[in-house]
């Protein structure tokens, strides 16, 4: 059962550079979204998406896209990136009924020099 | 402005003993609360959830309880294991448009000693 993954693990980025973070999920959820984790700041959503074509923004947006072709994947693009945006970032997915749970894949830390 | 708290960055328990981890919240519309939990390097697992409509929910050595007057909810465990350390996030749900939000808290460190 892979879930929702995600690549890369880890990634080291200069300022300015820019970089797409994959995340794919098997379990044909519609709804999928973002999230970075930062200390003390517990998991703030970035961008999500309900479905295939359509993306809204999240809490903290800026500095992020995301497309959605497909409902399996959901990659989410970083077009200049700046050490603010140093953290772990998590790809989550969930089922369509109000009380499904969202789904987590293992983080991408991403650091940004 | 922090909708949803977890004001114990961390906790210590004995092995055996019951670990309760507390969550407060500040919007009255939220409508389902889980409960997930992090081990490093890893992203957070689905623990256990509470509709609103309810005031407790148990599944096995978890339980989740609900005090909508006082917009608390804890999670206990009994008896806490030492594979129960890791960091545990509260979250809340509420529907947005076209489809449900979930606000997360802070986390709270459970450490289990042996």
């Known amino acids: 059962n892979a879930g929702v993954t995600q690549t890369p693990k880890f990634q080291v980025l200069k300022t300015g550079q820019s970089m797409t973070l994959q995340c794919a999920q098997d379990m044909n959820h519609e709804y999928m979204s973002w999230y970075r984790q930062d200390p003390g700041m517990g998991l703030r959503l970035i961008h999500y998406?309900?479905?295939?074509?359509?993306?809204d923004q999240g809490e903290v947006p800026n500095g992020y896209n995301v497309s959605r072709s497909t409902t399996e994947d959901f990659p989410l693009r970083l077009l200049s990136a700046a050490p603010s945006q140093t953290s772990v970032y998590f790809c989550a997915s969930r089922g369509d009924t109000g009380d499904s749970p969202l789904h987590f894949g293992n983080g991408t830390r991403l650091t940004v020099t | 402005d922090q909708q949803v708290k977890q004001n114990s960055p961390s906790l210590s328990v004995q092995e055996g003993r019951i670990s309760i981890l507390n969550c407060d919240y500040t919007?009255?519309?939220?409508?389902?609360f889980l409960w997930y939990k992090k081990y490093p390097a890893e992203g957070p697992t689905f623990l256990i959830s509470?509709?609103?409509?309810?005031d407790k929910n148990e599944d096995g050595r978890f339980t989740v309880f609900l005090n909508k007057s006082a917009k608390h909810l804890s999670l206990h465990i009994v008896p806490s294991q030492p594979g129960d350390s890791a960091v545990y996030f509260c979250a809340a749900s509420v529907r947005g448009t076209g489809t449900y939000k979930y606000i997360f808290g802070t986390g709270t460190r459970l450490k289990v000693l042996a």
């Open positions: 998406s309900v479905g295939a074509g359509i993306t």
């Open positions: 919007n009255s519309m939220f409508d389902y």
């Open positions: 509470i509709s609103s409509i309810k």
